[in-house]
């Protein structure tokens, strides 16, 4: 399964950014859908999932209330839409698709994007 992300950016604490994931192919409305992000020196952590089936979403509670996930099935295309962004959200975003979605966490599979950088800076 290929994944291409959208390009990154550099922006000041309070900003809003989005990024997009698309999945040429597969049947990508069955397919559960998860952002993690790896800031340096730090370990891979969850971010925010949605699942294939009915659109259900669960973010990660660092993030919540801030990030939005969303899905577009016509367009293959998952959204991680980013806002009152802190330094601390500083990280690469990588998505990854087709892992096991449950109402509080995403396993994630095998298949994943090659990560998009996001800078929070003044």
């Known amino acids: 399964v290929q994944l291409v992300q959208s390009g990154g950016g550099l922006v000041q604490p309070g900003d809003s950014f989005g990024i997009a994931c698309i999945v040429p192919?597969?049947?990508?409305?069955?397919?559960?859908m998860g952002w993690f992000r790896q800031a340096p020196g730090k370990e891979r952590e969850f971010v925010a999932a949605i699942s294939g089936s009915d659109g259900r979403t669960t973010t990660a509670e660092s993030v919540k209330g801030r990030f939005t996930i969303s899905r577009d099935n016509s367009k293959h295309a998952v959204y991680l839409e980013m806002n009152s962004l802190k330094p601390e959200d500083t990280a690469a975003y990588y998505c990854?698709?087709?892992?096991?979605?449950?109402?509080?966490?995403?396993?994630?599979?095998?298949?994943w994007g090659q990560g998009t950088q996001v800078t929070v800076s003044s």
């Open positions: 990854n698709a087709d892992g096991t979605y449950t109402d509080h966490y995403y396993y994630a599979s095998e298949w």
């Open positions: 192919g597969g049947t990508f409305s069955n397919y559960a």
